[in-house]
């Protein structure tokens, strides 16, 4: 049985791919802060989930449970960080913008670094970031959550080129969501996906050990359109 690891697993898209994840054979690690919410998805299938409680934000407790992993489980195939937090910031305030950096910067860091010694050591493994379509230009309502994304998928790629030139076969994936139907999503925006159709394309890229992988794929066109999009137009038709 392969073994999978799900950062950030107690709902939206890390709770969905677990499942998947389950029915593909995999045996799953899923990890949050509630445990209730863990436990309930282990109780729907006690056999193919492993639960661990842990806050990415502790940076002591992501060495302690990678350790604790080499021990129990002796290798992992696959590793997903889905965890991601951003808030609307108009004021610019601090205390708003540090969570958002905890999270998405320096714990997407520590998991990043952790998962691919892992695989170095082992010799093989797939790592997959949740990065996003905010990665590619800047916003002026949530400038922390933009930034950080850009900071993953600029990360994941370095990886990903690290990976190419490594012995060990390592492989790295940059998932970059549009909107998706979860507690992230705020208000009404257009090509709001399920996190049902969300999350079997990003466990199709998953499987196709995709470099990068736009969700839904119509956000490859805006990904697209984004990047050549000139600021004076940007500022004229962002929200």
């Known amino acids: ?36 919410l863990l436990q309930e998805i282990k109780a729907t299938d006690p056999e193919k989930y492993v639960v ?12 302690t449970l990678f350790s604790d992993l080499k021990n129990e489980l002796k290798t992992i195939d696959l590793i997903v960080y ?15 913008e ?8 320096i714990s997407a860091v520590k ?11 082992q010799g093989y493994g797939h790592l997959v970031g949740i990065s996003s379509i905010a990665s590619i230009r800047g916003n002026r309502h949530v400038p922390a959550y933009f930034a950080s994304k850009a900071f993953q998928a ?16 390592i492989f790295v994936t940059d998932i970059q969501p549009g909107f ?20 079997k394309q990003i466990f ?20 697209f359109v984004l990047k050549f999009l000139p600021a004076s137009l940007l500022y004229k038709f962002a929200t």
């Open 180 to 199: 998706v139907d979860t507690s992230m999503a705020i208000g009404k925006t257009f090509w709001m996906a399920s996190t049902e159709k969300a999350t």
């Open 1 to 36: 049985m392969k073994n999978a690891l799900v950062i950030g697993a107690t709902s939206g898209i890390g709770k969905e791919l677990s499942k998947l994840l389950t029915t593909d054979g995999y045996k799953v690690v899923i990890t949050g802060r509630r445990e209730n």
């Open 98 to 105: 540090l969570p958002t950096l905890q999270t998405n910067v």
């Open 52 to 63: 661990k409680v842990q806050d990415v934000t502790d940076l002591k407790s992501c060495e």
């Open 111 to 121: 998991i990043y670094g952790l998962a691919y010694n892992f695989f170095r050591e």
């Open 82 to 96: 889905s965890s991601g937090v951003g808030d609307p910031n108009y004021q610019l305030e601090w205390e708003k």
């Open 204 to 223: 199709s890229a998953i499987k196709k050990k995709k470099k990068k992988a736009y969700i839904t794929k119509r956000w490859a066109l805006v990904a």
């Open 154 to 169: 600029n990360y994941l790629e370095s990886l990903w080129m690290k990976g190419k030139r490594s012995k060990a076969d």
